[in-house]
C-alpha cells in the first residue's frame, strides 16, 4: 500500500499546490492525506477509487484549513481597531474560480460548448443555432444538462464558502 501512496503523491501534491499555493501547507495537506489513506488501510477499509477518495480526502482538508483560517482572521480583526482586508476572499474566489473551471471542463463537449457559448461569450441560443446548425430547444437541453451538472458537481464548494 506505501506503493499506492508513493505513486498518488506527486500528483497529488501538484493538485494541493493549486488549491493552496503555499509550498509549505500543501505539503503538510499532502502529509496528512497519504497518513489518512494509510491509516484507512491498515485498518482493513477497502478503498475502490483510490485517486477519487484522495483527492476528495485532500479537498476535505483545504476546506477545513480554509475556515481555521477564516475564523482565526475574524478573532483577529475583531482584536483590530482597523480590520484589514482579508485575502482569504480573494483565496476563495480564486479557489472558487478554479473550481468553475474544472467543473465546466469535466462537461461533454457538446453541454460545455453550449455552455460557454451562451454564459461567456454571451450570444443568445438562436445566434448559437444559426451558427452552429443546432436546433434552439436542444440548444436549451444541453445548457440545462450543462447548469444541472455544475450545480451537483459545486455543491459542497459552495456550501463551504458559505
Known amino acids: 500500500m506505501i506503493d499506492v501512496a508513493n505513486e498518488y503523491r506527486r500528483p497529488l501534491l501538484d493538485w494541493i499546490s493549486r488549491k493552496v499555493r503555499d509550498e509549505e501547507e500543501a505539503e503538510d495537506v499532502a502529509q ?4 489518512d489513506f ?5 485498518v482493513g477499509t477497502v478503498i475502490e477509487q483510490v485517486s477519487a477518495w484522495l483527492y476528495r480526502v485532500a479537498q476535505n482538508k483545504i476546506i477545513d484549513r480554509f475556515r481555521k483560517k477564516k475564523h482565526e482572521t475574524a478573532y483577529q480583526d475583531s482584536l483590530r481597531l482597523e480590520p484589514e482586508p482579508e485575502a482569504e476572499e480573494e483565496w476563495a474566489r480564486s479557489w472558487l474560480r478554479e473550481e468553475l473551471a474544472e467543473a465546466i471542463a469535466l462537461l461533454p463537449e457538446e453541454q460545455r460548448h453550449v455552455f460557454l457559448m451562451h454564459e461567456i461569450e454571451g450570444k443568445s441560443f438562436e445566434e448559437i443555432a444559426k451558427e452552429t446548425g443546432i436546433s434552439v430547444n436542444t440548444l436549451l437541453s444541453r445548457k440545462r444538462y450543462a447548469i444541472l451538472f455544475l450545480r451537483e458537481h ?7 464558502l458559505e
Do not use: A, N, P, S
Open 38 to 42: 494509510l491509516e484507512t488501510y491498515e
Open 32 to 35: 496528512e492525506v497519504i497518513e
Open 154 to 160: 459545486l455543491k459542497e464548494v459552495y456550501d463551504e
